[in-house]
T-cell receptor, first 114, second 113 residues
């Protein structure tokens, strides 16, 4: 079965640079979620999109922005990167209104800021 | 708000020992409960879930029962293996709509031969 795809899997950036993370949800899923997991931490919710509109917002810094496109893939844009942004970024997808509302997680993008 | 509390790790067990990782939750209403596993350097995998009170989720020898009266969802396995070494996250989510997952802080399990 198709799973959530994230790219790139690893990314190394320097401070003050920008980064773009991409997420391709499971086909027919209409909702995408972004989570950030710092070293030794639990995943923290950043933001979600339902049918291309922002549906919920968590602890996402103002330096970050995200959107969901017409093909339902999503991109997380991160600017003015800081050392503290080094983390594993997960994307998850789900089908709202379906019997199975479970969120399916991608493998994550490991961002290292030096 | 909603929250999940897990026992702190790391938990170190010998192979074939019995495992319990405690998890309790605080929520308004009746969420669905999950256990996720994260192997070293990898992403999150759903281990098991339960969607209503008294449901038992099970997978790969792991089990957890949704106890509404104690707001708990403890993870158990009768005989752990070295390959079970990972971080385990208890989590909750409410059904209906685009609800975020609330995770516990994770419990690291190390199984030694």
């Amino acid at each position: 079965a198709a799973g959530v795809i994230q790219s790139p899997r690893h990314l190394i950036k320097e401070k003050r640079e920008t980064a773009t993370l991409k997420c391709y949800p499971i086909p027919r899923h209409d909702t995408v979620y972004w989570y950030q997991q710092g070293p030794g931490q639990d995943p923290q919710f950043l933001i979600s999109f339902y049918e291309k509109m922002q549906s919920d917002k968590g602890s996402i810094p103002d330096r970050f922005s995200a959107q969901q496109f017409s093909d339902y893939h999503s991109e997380l844009n991160m600017s003015s990167l800081e050392l503290g942004d080094s983390a594993l970024y997960f994307c998850a997808s789900s089908l709202v209104g379906g019997d199975d509302y479970e969120q399916y997680f991608g493998p994550g993008t490991r961002l290292t800021v030096t | 708000g909603n929250s999940v509390t897990q026992m702190e790790g790391p938990v170190t067990l010998s192979e074939e020992a019995f495992l319990t990782i405690n998890c309790t939750y605080t929520a308004t209403g009746y969420p669905s409960l999950f256990w996720y596993v994260q192997y070293p350097g990898e992403g999150l995998q759903l281990l098991l879930k339960a969607t209503k009170a008294d449901d038992k989720g099970s997978n790969k020898g792991f089990e957890a029962t949704y106890r509404k009266e104690t707001t708990s969802f403890h993870l158990e396995k009768g005989s752990v293996q070295v390959s079970d070494s990972a971080v385990y996250f208890c989590a909750l989510i409410f059904s209906g709509g685009y609800q975020k997952v609330t995770f516990g802080t994770g419990t690291k399990l190390q199984v030694i031969p």
